[in-house]
């Protein structure tokens, strides 16, 4: 079925009340997420809906609406010195804030202040009525009413369609240093990590690259970087090798990944790595950790039906979601949020308009 | 009282029904509101919460969750002739993760206890609401509580993880996990600041994170509240990223050296500012703190590391809402937010109004991020005056509204400030919140008459 565009509020209402189901779409640079699944479900370009309605550096909020891309965000706030640090993947891709917020999708920088579920402040979104409604709002601390935007994040469209969006933002660092480590296998890595994590020189990006290698990221002043970066080498106990930033843009690119290869990503805590990567290692598929291996991004083969990886999560109890290839039913693994989830969409959406979960 | 009755050979001395022992359930610390409940049960495990929920469930008869009772928007206020489930004494911290920084909590868990059970990993759990020496972590997650801390670090929602939750009809869910990275729809989001009408927790995640190696506390005194307003400004126009930003009016500090003496220096305002971080990096932004104090006109300026001067300058911010009662017998605390560019704008209208009502109004608030906390002084013996507060009060958060900012900062809606909810939402917006409520809990039982009124 062809995708319906909207550039206005009305039009999305208009579309959520009738006609077929709908599902929303931003920069598509997620398709599992926004590619109609079904036969009656049809796809929202909500791409239209674009612009920064409210920044005030002083403030360090902003309220864009939220088929932006997150390149137009990062430049406006950049010419003041802030940015939105939990570093959202696939922005040179397209990536829109609303699909950002909606896939739940951070990147290496939320290691330090949160992810994206911690910088959304406010919300305006058409629920399955068609009615426009709000949550949050547009300052920082606020603990008025149910947390909407907070359910928005990692929502995939399917509870409501943002319209508009608000964000803390916070100073950039003016310099950042990269440097990686060989450890010479999956636990002596693990362990560095484990302790590096836990201070006290504090990382901007703690990464994993199976089996042996961890890179970091330092930002803050110029002036005690060196210092720093040696701190962390005296931590790890080896020679660090310091890498230029373009290794960030290859992470967030994930242009590590094979060909023909659909993008997992998948919540855990350092102690399931090991499992993990033993049991995707069996099926021939790669993996990268991030923010201290609190997320895996997995490369899944794509002649290997996903079913298979979705049963290894559910052994070991880590849940999942698909976010390139193919839409079907985008969760993997360990399922969470049960009858109250369940509840709250049936609120949000009364009549079924929107795809299934 | 038949509801629960079934469950008297099970819980023993520990379901209360006699007046005398309910008395002290009546009201939490918003006593302007008292309720007598028809029982109280004290109970010792997840279980026995779940069998009072489905007992109350089957009965239709509405229970209020409570910790230690510091809420101070009524949010714990018993329902007239409700149960109300005490979680006092589910207090054990089941769980530390080092590696994981999480930690497994009951909601009954002191939140300084869960930063004194970290402590040994070098850990500790960021929210610190001023209560924190006493309030629950049921609480602090019922109410999305705040604290000085706030500006980075953010609220209690931001800190907690995952949570086992029973439903207002007795369900179990799991909501959220261990990982930092929630995946799926953020319903452990959902479910902080529901002010329990989503159900009870029974098991709280939460994060933890490592101990500062260097933690410098600056404090400086101005001539006015707008000069100590425009240091904020200048500290956030400058990059730096502080912990904390208080600042205290001369009415609060009078008040807190009343109370606990914290030998603050002299002024109009005093503001509170609290770098930490790595050592070399806090050295650094500390001398750029100094730089930008001076600039902005402060008189006297104070800075510590000592970890005993600290504990004193927090004491005396911390004990603000109580001290004021060395200056009145009676006052009301607001918990407003404002955009923190319209902090001087919004003070000077505060003062204001409260010279054009006669009302002495005491100013503590986290200016970092916007968050008023008027004290509003009153003596309730006199004829009208609490009524005279209250329209002062509410008159403040209409202000915080027409600025753009919100009823509540981290306090919740509770029913304290139900009635403002609608300057803030649409009916659209609060129809949708009726309707979620609804969903999760049809009889409305939970927490009934907190945030929403009831249909």
């Given at each position: 079925?062809?995708?319906?565009?909207?550039d206005?509020?009305?039009?999305?209402?208009?579309?959520?009340?009738?006609?077929?189901?709908?599902?929303?779409?931003?920069?598509?640079?997620?398709?599992?997420?926004?590619?109609?699944?079904?036969?009656d479900?049809?796809?929202?370009?909500?791409?239209?809906?674009?612009g920064?309605?409210?920044?005030?550096?002083?403030?360090?909020?902003?309220?864009a609406?939220?088929?932006?891309?997150?390149?137009?965000?990062?430049?406006?706030?950049?010419?003041?010195?802030?940015?939105?640090?939990?570093?959202?993947?696939?922005?040179?891709?397209?990536?829109?804030?609303?699909?950002?917020?909606?896939?739940?999708?951070?990147?290496?920088?939320?290691?330090?202040?949160?992810?994206?579920?911690?910088?959304v402040?406010?919300?305006?979104?058409?629920?399955g009525t068609?009615?426009?409604v709000?949550?949050?709002?547009r300052?920082?601390?606020?603990?008025?009413?149910?947390?909407?935007?907070?359910?928005?994040?990692?929502?995939?469209?399917?509870?409501?369609?943002?319209?508009?969006?608000?964000?803390?933002?916070?100073p950039?660092?003016?310099?950042?240093?990269?440097?990686?480590?060989?450890?010479?296998?999956?636990?002596?890595?693990?362990?560095?990590?484990?302790?590096?994590?836990?201070?006290?020189?504090?990382?901007?990006?703690?990464?994993?690259?199976?089996?042996?290698?961890?890179?970091?990221?330092?930002?803050?002043?110029?002036?005690?970087?060196?210092?720093?970066?040696?701190?962390?080498?005296a931590?790890?106990?080896?020679?660090g090798?310091?890498l230029?930033?373009?290794?960030?843009?290859?992470?967030?690119?994930?242009?590590?990944?094979?060909?023909?290869?659909?993008?997992?990503?998948?919540?855990?805590?350092?102690?399931?790595?090991?499992?993990?990567?033993?049991?995707?290692?069996?099926?021939?598929?790669?993996?990268?950790?991030?923010?201290?291996?609190?997320v895996?991004?997995?490369?899944?083969?794509?002649?290997?039906?996903?079913?298979?990886?979705?049963?290894?999560?559910?052994?070991l109890?880590?849940?999942?979601?698909?976010?390139?290839?193919?839409p079907?039913?985008?969760?993997?693994g360990?399922?969470?949020?049960?009858?109250?989830l369940?509840?709250?969409?049936?609120?949000?959406?009364?009549?079924?308009?929107?795809?299934?979960? | 009282?038949?509801?629960?009755?079934?469950?008297?050979p099970?819980?023993?001395?520990?379901?209360?029904?006699?007046?005398?022992?309910?008395?002290?359930?009546?009201?939490?610390?918003?006593?302007?509101?008292?309720?007598?409940?028809?029982?109280?049960?004290?109970?010792?495990?997840?279980d026995?919460?779940?069998?009072?929920?489905?007992?109350?469930?089957?009965?239709?008869?509405?229970?209020v969750?409570?910790?230690?009772?510091?809420s101070l928007?009524?949010?714990?206020?018993?329902?007239?002739?409700?149960?109300?489930?005490?979680?006092?004494?589910?207090?054990?911290?089941?769980?530390?993760?080092?590696?994981?920084?999480?930690?497994?909590?009951?909601?009954?868990?002191?939140?300084?206890?869960v930063?004194?059970?970290?402590?040994p990993?070098?850990?500790?759990?960021?929210?610190?609401?001023?209560s924190?020496?006493?309030?629950?972590i049921g609480?602090?997650?019922?109410?999305?509580?705040?604290?000085?801390?706030?500006?980075?670090?953010g609220?209690?929602?931001?800190?907690?993880?995952?949570?086992r939750?029973?439903?207002?009809?007795?369900?179990?869910?799991?909501?959220?996990?261990?990982?930092?990275?929630?995946?799926?729809?953020?319903?452990?989001?959902?479910?902080c600041?529901?002010?329990?009408?989503?159900?009870?927790?029974?098991?709280?995640?939460?994060?933890?994170?490592?101990?500062?190696?260097?933690?410098?506390?600056?404090?400086?005194?101005?001539?006015?509240?707008?000069?100590?307003?425009?240091?904020?400004?200048?500290?956030?126009?400058a990059?730096?990223?502080?912990?904390?930003?208080?600042?205290?009016?001369?009415?609060?500090?009078?008040?807190?050296?009343?109370?606990?003496?914290?030998?603050?220096?002299?002024?109009?305002?005093?503001?509170?500012?609290?770098?930490?971080?790595e050592?070399?990096?806090?050295?650094?932004?500390?001398?750029?703190?100094?730089?930008?104090?001076?600039?902005?006109?402060?008189?006297?300026?104070?800075a510590?590391?000592?970890?005993?001067?600290r504990?004193?300058?927090?004491?005396?911010?911390?004990?603000?809402?109580?001290?004021?009662?060395?200056?009145?017998?009676?006052?009301?605390?607001?918990?407003?937010?404002?955009?923190?560019t319209?902090?001087?704008?919004?003070l000077?209208?505060?003062?204001?109004?409260?010279?054009a009502?006669?009302?002495?109004?005491?100013?503590?608030?986290?200016?970092?991020?916007g968050?008023?906390?008027?004290?509003?002084?009153?003596?309730g013996?006199?004829?009208?005056?609490?009524?005279?507060?209250?329209?002062?009060?509410?008159?403040?958060?209409?202000?915080?509204?027409?600025?753009?900012?919100?009823i509540?900062?981290?306090?919740?809606?509770?029913v304290?400030?139900r009635?403002?909810?609608?300057?803030?939402?649409?009916?659209?917006?609060?129809?949708?919140?009726?309707?979620?409520?609804?969903?999760?809990?049809?009889?409305?039982?939970?927490?009934?008459?907190?945030?929403?009124?009831?249909?």
């Open positions: 079925m062809a995708a319906v565009a909207v206005d509020v009305e039009a999305l209402r208009d579309a959520v009340r009738c006609g077929p189901r709908v599902l929303p779409a931003g920069g598509a640079t997620k398709p599992a997420l926004s590619a109609p699944p079904a036969e479900v049809v796809a929202l370009d909500v791409s239209g809906l674009r920064i309605v409210e920044y005030d550096p002083a403030e360090l909020t902003l309220t609406r939220a088929g932006t891309p997150v390149a137009e965000l990062d430049g406006a706030l950049a010419e003041h010195g802030q940015y939105l640090p939990f570093d959202a993947p696939l922005v040179a891709a397209g990536a829109t804030i609303g699909g950002v917020i909606a896939s739940g999708t951070s990147g290496p920088g939320a290691l330090r202040y949160g992810t994206v579920r911690d910088f402040i406010g919300v305006r979104m058409v629920d068609g009615e426009l709000c949550g949050g709002g300052v920082v601390k606020n603990a008025a009413g149910f947390d909407l935007p907070k359910l928005m994040v990692g929502s995939m469209g399917r509870l409501g369609v943002m319209v508009e969006v608000s964000l803390k933002v916070f950039r660092p003016r310099a950042a240093a990269t440097v990686a480590f060989e450890l010479g296998g999956l636990e002596p890595a693990l362990a560095a990590l484990a302790v590096l994590a836990r201070g006290p020189v504090e990382l901007d990006a703690l990464e994993l690259e199976p089996p042996a290698r961890i890179v970091v990221r330092l930002a803050g002043d110029p002036e005690p970087l060196a210092a720093r970066v040696a701190r962390v080498a931590l790890v106990g080896a020679p090798e310091e230029d930033a373009t290794v960030w843009a290859d992470a967030a690119a994930f242009a590590w990944m094979a060909p023909a290869t659909r993008l997992v990503r998948v919540a855990l805590t350092l102690r399931g790595v090991a499992a993990l990567q033993a049991a995707l290692a069996a099926a021939g598929a790669r993996a990268r950790y991030s923010n201290a291996a609190n895996a991004w997995i490369a899944w083969p794509g002649d290997c039906p996903l079913a298979v990886l979705d049963a290894t999560l559910r052994e109890r880590l849940p999942g979601v698909a976010l390139t290839g193919a079907g039913r985008p969760l993997l360990d399922r969470r949020g049960g009858a109250f369940d509840r709250l969409r049936t609120a949000l959406d009364p009549d079924g308009r929107f795809a299934e979960l | 009282m038949t509801v629960l009755d079934d469950l008297r099970r819980l023993g001395r520990r379901l209360l029904t006699g007046p005398a022992e309910l008395a002290v359930f009546g009201c939490d610390a918003l006593t302007a509101f008292y309720e007598r409940p028809a029982a109280v049960v004290l109970v010792e495990s997840a026995e919460v779940v069998a009072v929920v489905r007992a109350c469930h089957r009965e239709g008869v509405p229970f969750a409570r910790g230690s009772g510091t928007s009524g949010g714990s206020l018993p329902i007239g002739g409700g149960v109300v489930i005490a979680l006092n004494r589910l207090d054990r911290v089941l769980s530390v993760d080092p590696d994981a920084r999480t930690a497994v909590v009951e909601p009954g868990v002191i939140n300084l206890d930063s004194r059970a970290a402590l990993h070098g850990l500790m759990y960021c929210p610190d609401p001023s924190q020496s006493v309030c629950t609480g602090n997650l019922a109410f999305n509580s705040g604290g000085a801390h706030c500006l980075r670090h609220m209690t929602a931001n800190h907690v993880l995952g949570i939750a029973v439903l207002p009809d007795g369900e179990l869910v799991e909501l959220g996990g261990d990982s930092v990275e929630p995946l799926g729809p953020d319903v452990a989001g959902m479910f600041g529901s002010e329990g009408l989503f159900g009870i927790a029974l098991e709280v995640t939460v994060r933890l994170v490592a101990v500062a190696e260097a933690t410098h506390t600056a404090l400086a005194v101005y001539d006015s509240l707008e000069q100590a307003g425009d240091a904020v400004a200048r500290i956030v126009a990059g730096l990223l502080p912990v904390a930003m208080e600042i205290m009016d001369a009415l609060a500090i009078e008040a807190a050296e009343a109370s606990v003496k914290p030998n603050y220096p002299k002024g109009a305002a005093l503001l509170i500012v609290e770098l930490e971080g050592r070399g990096v806090v050295d650094a932004d500390a001398a750029a703190l100094r730089e930008l104090l001076r600039a902005s006109g402060a008189g006297e300026v104070v510590t590391e000592d970890p005993d001067a504990a004193l300058i927090w004491k005396g911010r911390k004990s603000a809402f109580s001290a004021v009662g060395w200056l009145a017998p009676d006052y009301i605390v607001q918990d407003g937010v404002v955009p923190r319209r902090l001087g704008e919004a000077a209208e505060i003062g204001r109004m409260g010279a009502a006669g009302i002495r109004v005491a100013n503590v608030f986290h200016a970092g991020d968050n008023l906390h008027p004290l509003i002084l009153f003596d013996r006199e004829p009208g005056m609490l009524e005279r507060a209250e329209a002062l009060a509410g008159d403040i958060l209409r202000l915080c509204i027409r600025l753009g900012g919100s509540t900062g981290e306090h919740g809606v509770g304290e400030k009635e403002y909810l609608p300057l803030m939402f649409t009916p659209a917006d609060l129809e949708l919140m009726r309707r979620l409520r609804r969903a999760v809990d049809p009889a409305e039982l939970a927490n009934r008459g907190k945030m929403l009124a009831v249909a």
